[in-house]
């Protein structure tokens, strides 16, 4: 791994004619690959399921998305009268920010000469670069929020709620992923990750030595799982696109937006894609490296120009993946949903950051290797055994009922999902008048009162 003057002290000497040169170019990026991923997707969906996708506007239909982000700004907008004007507008304004300013640290490639300066093709970088990038998804989850509750209405609003939720508790998975990368690098900046990918670590075993993987998704695969497992949840994509679930909320948080206001949502939601598969990248698949079979053919194939190339191809297989996982997988049950990354994915990173820092510490020390040996077998069956041995939680046993509800009201039995008592009164609409008639009580032992309940008893 490279100290931090060795690949920091490149950053912040560019002139502030290249720096906007810089960001407009971070701009466009985003932005092509936005109406790219519109297409890619409606493309590789519409393969799946056996039909040709957009084919008419430009050469094989590239031209669609364009078509439609320019219908979108010119559409007429609707505001809602109960709407909140100033946070209706600023909430489109805060997720779209966000989301192009978690990809100003994330590195496309090396150091090259742009007119006539040496400066790396990344915006800038800092010492706790990722911090920043999780400190962004964290603030996009208020522009969510906002949107809901200025809506003035309830959908939008159980779907904001539903939103950050969800992106608060995956947040969470999502970063204790990445605690693994800074075990294993010895750094949260973006540039001083991809530099420790660059070269296998050695490892000497019964007097051996062995090369391990330069990629961390290989290495620290637990870690690369649960991150673009939770990539997912906190994108809010399919089959974790409770927000947006149209059978129960219509569009969600942004159901009362349109036009140009909607537009930055759905901008905002394909950066962020873009935005967790370049971060994805870096941390987990050698950055803007090219994979081992190019480099030993082609040895200047990690200089220049060319790693751009191989960055984008490969957030382009892990969006091919966002797309995969749409087209085949249903959607959860959002108790299913917030269950998984709770009591799954929470849980798990925790033993595995414990585990991996205990081998980084045992490695580290002084023992000899017949000890390290013994503690690393140790470990293994203290963690085999629990995981045998572990008491089954015991289900209660009822008996379901004709209709499938047992007496705790559960729908499928006690395993099931709980029913509203179906004896629930809807209360009258106040707007529709009902008719009044004053009629005197009449007691129950009275002879009146018997012939009363005798009537109704024959009815």
């Known amino acids: 791994m490279l100290s931090a003057a060795g690949s920091l002290d490149q950053f912040g000497h560019d002139p502030w004619w290249l720096v906007l040169i810089k960001i407009v170019g971070v701009f466009a990026f985003l932005v092509v690959m936005t109406l790219f991923t519109i297409w890619y997707e409606r493309k590789v969906v519409a393969y799946m399921q056996v039909r040709p996708g957009p084919n008419r506007n430009g050469p094989f239909g590239l031209l669609q998305s364009l078509a439609d982000g320019i219908k979108l700004a010119f559409k007429e907008e609707i505001i809602p009268k109960t709407a909140d004007k100033v946070v209706y507008f600023f909430a489109p304004v805060i997720s779209a920010t966000c989301a192009f300013t978690a990809f100003a640290v994330i590195p496309l490639g090396p150091t090259v000469s742009m007119f006539g300066h040496r400066s790396p093709i990344q915006l800038t970088d800092v010492p706790v670069a990722v911090l920043l990038i999780l400190a962004c998804s964290g603030m996009a989850v208020y522009g969510v929020v906002l949107a809901g509750w200025a809506s003035g209405s309830t959908y939008p609003l159980l779907g904001g709620l539903r939103s950050g939720a969800q992106m608060i508790s995956y947040e969470v998975a999502m970063g204790l992923s990445i605690v693994a990368v800074f075990i294993q ?14 070269h296998g670590s050695q490892v000497q075993l019964f007097g051996t030595t062995f090369t391990m993987p330069s990629w961390y998704a290989l290495l620290l695969i637990p870690s690369f799982l649960i991150y673009f497992i939770s990539a997912v949840g906190e ?26 206001k909607f537009a930055m949502f759905f901008l905002a939601e394909y950066i962020n894609m873009v935005t967790v598969s370049g971060l994805c ?99 293994i ?22 209709e499938g509800i047992d007496p705790a009201g559960r729908v499928g039995g006690a395993d099931g999902f709980p029913l509203p008592p179906l004896d629930l009164e809807v209360p009258p609409s106040p707007r529709v008048p ?26």
């Open 185 to 198: 690098s010895g750094s949260m900046s973006t540039s001083e990750i991809v530099e420790a990918q660059a």
């Open 235 to 260: 994108t809010n994509r399919a089959p974790f696109d409770l927000p947006e679930a149209e059978s129960e909320l219509v569009g969600g948080f942004h159901t009362e937006y349109s036009s140009f």
């Open 281 to 379: 990248t870096t941390l987990f698949l050698g950055g803007w490296r090219a994979p081992a079979p190019i480099t030993t053919v082609w040895a200047g194939a990690n200089s220049g120009w060319w790693p751009m190339l191989w960055f984008t191809a490969k957030v382009l297989i892990l969006l091919f993946v966002f797309v995969w996982l749409r087209g085949t997988l249903p959607r959860l049950r959002y108790d299913q949903f917030m269950r998984f990354g709770w009591k799954a994915l929470i849980p798990i990173n925790l033993v595995w950051i414990l585990g991996l820092s205990g081998l980084r510490t045992i490695q580290n020390t002084n023992w000899n290797t017949q000890a390290k040996v013994f503690v690393y077998g140790a470990v």
């Open 381 to 402: 069956l203290i963690v085999g055994a629990v995981w045998v041995l572990w008491p089954a939680k015991e289900k209660p046993e009822t008996q379901v009922g004709i």
């Open 434 to 459: 009902r008719l009044t008639v004053d009629r005197a009580p009449v007691p129950v032992g009275s002879a009146t009162g018997d012939q009363s309940v005798a009537e109704q008893e024959g009815h």
